[in-house]
């Protein structure tokens, strides 16, 4: 008979799997990415400020994602609850088994880096990672029936310990990091180990607790929230199952979420300036630069995938059946879904300009205008393309991810999934290391070569989903010959704008057209997931 | 309109190595009541996820009016009620925003109908889906297949974890469903004397393969349950030739018969025992003989 | 009219309903020419396939017990059909083989218990006597 340890360890190992593979090549790609696209030797001296920075920020990230990398390894712990094991044992191998593969994570990651002579130390960091994750773990366990508490406790005991860990690097607070933390000392490490035992014992109590039904949840304030926001408005009348089914995916995938988080930001920002936080430049620079990241970015990337979940769960599970089972077709679901996402994105996206556009009324009727046009004036030589191409193309960039993680999400398959994401950051990290052995006209050439061979790819592929879309019935004609349309009129605006080096390189070039032909993928590949993941 | 509604034709269904559909084939007439038979993991559900165009024919061919379900959505849904065993109903809509959400996608659908089975099952308008009870959500999901009169109505388990009163409203609907021309039903169930009750045809599946599909009445009167009293004790099980199953102990058996009763008598004559009794046994019975 | 039906009887479905029928006529709960429910209404009421409420009504159309009016729905038919009396022999007799059994197992002869049959029959209020002579 297996014993309990083995039984669980090889629970975590096989829900954990693809995660922990997905994960390890992310904290590894990502920050070789980085790295060898800074390219100067002098910023990965160890000691020097620049180096230190990218430790510091670089562990913290990774950490963060190793840690949801575990929690969703492990699963909730009252899976095991009537099991014949008691609390004690269950949180020791449980946490042990977190901890050990955290340490793990980021000692290989930094052991990997160091290859490169980034100095990365082991110990500290490690020991660091390991007591936070077990806070983290106690407070999660410890907080059952509640995502707010267990929210607020995770912060609530990894805050201190981050605050602490980059006070170890010379930074008084947080930002300000001098010196790399090379080795711990003596009572450090003990610190952390009590602190690793302590939140041992604090996770005993708190599962023996929660086992006995003790848990602590909101449900009354739940209860009076629903009945408060439960809208006393008519019930809508539809006139068509379009309208129906747009109603439907507005309200299930919470398509105004992006935008209030837009303005949250924006509206944090303006509070930081006048708490006096922020000085003026400062908060113009950010209100044009950080949400644009998120715009393009973030936010595409997360919602592409909520919006793009057709099913109860699980991301990869089978598709909803009360969707799968309405009397509709699979390219009217798409446009439905599409539709949805692109309200969504235009939303964010308006809510970004107009608040921008009113701050900036403001800053100009308070007399910031010199501050203003300071952050509006772009560097010189540059003409009306360089200041149209980034309003044109950012949010075609953002649509384009949207998109196609909306089209990867609907398949429902969990494979594909693991193979995107293992096969781009494989290819991120053949890269980094195929650096270190070319020269650089070789590299340069290598590049070329890839930029010429996905873009090819990409037009060759959306060229095949429209066939495939076309051929299945699940787009009209009209719209195939509307996107062809729109791709090449785009194709022919890139070519006729002037456009600085290196747009002269054919492969790139190649690269730009592929891209636009991305931007127009979704079309014919979202009505193809859906049919795939709908009819299996 | 045609006389067969659902006509499935030698459907194997694999699920990685594992044949969850071997070789089924069947046909569901017009205004029939069909019951669909099994333990857990037979196969119903795979069966009934094929009429609905949710899984698409490996091998073989699924027809439902005449159209391939996963083909033609909008041809074959359209015109079916179906009610799932996980009650895919959004937890975050009112009821009265369900009933007009549903009410956008059939142009046959009857307010009138709504509105009297909401009053009947006394379902609260203005109450989220994700705050009723199970029995309340499997009414109102009910309420929702029905409303738009469909021409066949699907049901899988549609009594699993429900209490007699729920059970009996979705009994109910079933027999007025097909008391009204033309309509039909298909429901899968392992609660026998539910579908003794309501079933015209019934199919019985085990590990993917049908092993009895006939009408109702002749499923019962083709067996016959017999109790053999023998002149010795039996200290095994006695095989005689055209029984499928048999109990007792002693001197008293019982057996199971399909058809060839008078092979049974016979043979119980060779071995020296007298039937002192014959009757007719339950569906369950019947079923427990074959699957044994 | 109140029917049972069970599952697990034995008796198919349609036999239970045929046999209620033909005893409620016999005890005189149903009157001859009182309406029956239609065959969709029974099988609401009983939650049963209305084939078999059909298959039900259609024997006892046949035994006599019931007539179908084109349009107007199903009745009891009119004037004590010989059958329903048929029913009543029927019905008497089992009640008889019971008692017969059980004097029997007590070792009671039949005239004393033909006396004692006169002795409780006294004791009965007067009614007028229910049904035709037979």
Known sequence: MRSIEAVLTFDFARRGGNIFAVTMLAMIGVPLWIYSSLGHSYLLAPNSREGVVMHVTLTLTMGFGAAVAVFQAQGRIARFFSQPISAARLVAIQMTLGIATIAFMYVGTAAILNLRGTGWPLLGPALFLSATLACALAAIWSCEGSVLSQLLGCVATSGPLVIWFSRCYGATLMGDWQVMWQSPSMEESLTLGAIIAGAYVAAVFGVARVRQGDVCDFTALQAWWQRLSTSHHAAPSFRSPLEALRWFEARRTYNFVPAYLIALLLLAMLILRCGGWLDTPMMFELMMTLPLTALTLVLPLIFGILFGNCSHGQVWATMNQGIATRPVTDSLLATTMLSNAAIALLRSWGTWAIVVALVALLAIALGFREELLRALLLPEGSNWTHRLAPVIILPLISWTIAGLMMSLTATGRQWLWSLVLIGGFSALIFFVVIQQYVSPPQFRLLVLGWYAVSGTCYVAGTAWAFVEALRKRVISSGRVIASLAAWLFSVILLAAMPLPPPSEDIAWLIHSVGILALSILPLAALPLAIRWNRHR | MSETVIDIRGLTRQFGKKAALHDVSLQVPRGCVFGLVGENGAGKTTLIKHVLGLLRAQVGSVRVFERDPAEDPVGVLSRIGCLSEDRDLPDWMRVDELLQYMRAFYPSWDDRIADELCRRFELDLRQRVGTLSRGQRARAGLVTALAHRPDLLVLDEPSSGLDPVVRRDILGEIVRTVA????????????????????????????????????????????????????????????????????????????LANGGSELLRRTVADHGGTIVDESAPTLEEIFVSHVK | MQLRISVNDGVPIYQQIVNQVKYLVAAQRLEPGEALPSVRKLAEQLVVNPNTIARAYRELETAGVIVTRRGAGVYVSEGGSPLARGEQTRILNERIDVLLAEARQMNVDLDTLIELIHKRSRRLPATSSTGESS
Do not use: M, N
Not at chain 2, 190 to 210: F, M, N, Y
Not at chain 2, 225 to 249: D, H, I, K, M, N
């Open chain 2, 180 to 255: 009204d021309e033309g309509r039909t039903v298909l429901f899968s169930s392992h609660l026998l004397d539910e579908v003794e009750r309501v079933a015209d045809r019934v199919a019985l599946v085990h590990k993917g393969r049908i092993v009895v599909s006939d009408s109702l009445e002749q499923i019962k009167s083709s067996h016959r349950r017999f109790t053999v009293r023998f002149a010795q004790p039996q200290y095994s099980p006695p095989q005689l030739q055209g029984a499928l199953a048999c109990t007792g102990e002693g001197q008293e058996w019982t057996f």
